[in-house]
């Protein structure tokens, strides 16, 4: 019976444990589902600078959490989202947004993929094109003695 305990203590411990070194579990209060709903949503919607490829609201990065905080405490405040991602970027720069805004410096960045799907879509329509019209060629008349030739001489043999 001391042994259940002793396994029954430890298998608690252990749990224990692997909980407190999840890290703590952030909730903010709002008073206004809209206004919950915007925070998930800007919180969504801007990279941790740390982690590189995830969203704040998903990131256990020190840098994540003061800047849900800094959202949190923004959007109290009544600022709007337009304000909140302009303060963002200002601090941390672009790379915070998953969607960079349409500016003179990111027209490549959105207008690359446009131009090389339209480029790709010529290069088929050309290559289409180009064996259709390569099969429908005659044969000249040098072309066509020296086939019959060979035709001739493999029938012989």
């Given at each position: 019976?001391?042994?259940?305990?002793?396994?029954a203590?430890g298998?608690?411990?252990?749990?224990?444990?692997?909980?407190?070194?999840?890290?703590?579990?952030?909730t903010r209060?709002?008073?206004d589902?809209?206004?919950?709903?915007?925070?998930h949503?800007?919180t969504a919607?801007?990279?941790?600078p740390?982690?590189?490829?995830q969203?704040?609201?998903?990131s256990d990065?020190?840098?994540?959490?003061?800047?849900?905080?800094?959202?949190?405490r923004?959007?109290?405040?009544?600022?709007?989202?337009?304000?909140?991602?302009?303060?963002?970027?200002?601090?941390f720069?672009?790379?915070?947004?998953?969607?960079?805004?349409?500016?003179?410096?990111?027209?490549?960045?959105w207008?690359?993929?446009v131009a090389?799907?339209?480029?790709?879509g010529l290069?088929?329509?050309?290559?289409?094109?180009?064996?259709r019209?390569a099969s429908?060629?005659r044969?000249?008349?040098?072309?066509?003695?020296?086939l019959?030739?060979?035709?001739?001489?493999?029938?012989?043999q």
């Amino acid at each position: 019976m001391a042994v259940m305990r002793f396994l029954a203590l430890g298998l608690a411990l252990l749990l224990g444990g692997g909980l407190a070194w999840a890290g703590a579990i952030e909730t903010r209060e709002f008073d206004d589902p809209v206004l919950e709903q915007r925070y998930h949503s800007l919180t969504a919607s801007l990279r941790c600078p740390l982690c590189q490829n995830q969203a704040i609201d998903d990131s256990d990065a020190p840098v994540s959490a003061d800047m849900r905080e800094r959202v949190y405490r923004l959007l109290l405040d009544g600022r709007a989202d337009i304000e909140i991602l302009n303060h963002m970027t200002e601090r941390f720069g672009d790379y915070v947004l998953y969607n960079p805004r349409l500016e003179g410096r990111t027209y490549l960045l959105w207008g690359l993929p446009v131009a090389l799907l339209g480029v790709g879509g010529l290069l088929v329509v050309l290559v289409v094109r180009a064996r259709r019209n390569a099969s429908a060629q005659r044969l000249s008349a040098a072309e066509r003695e020296r086939l019959d030739a060979l035709i001739n001489r493999e029938r012989s043999q």
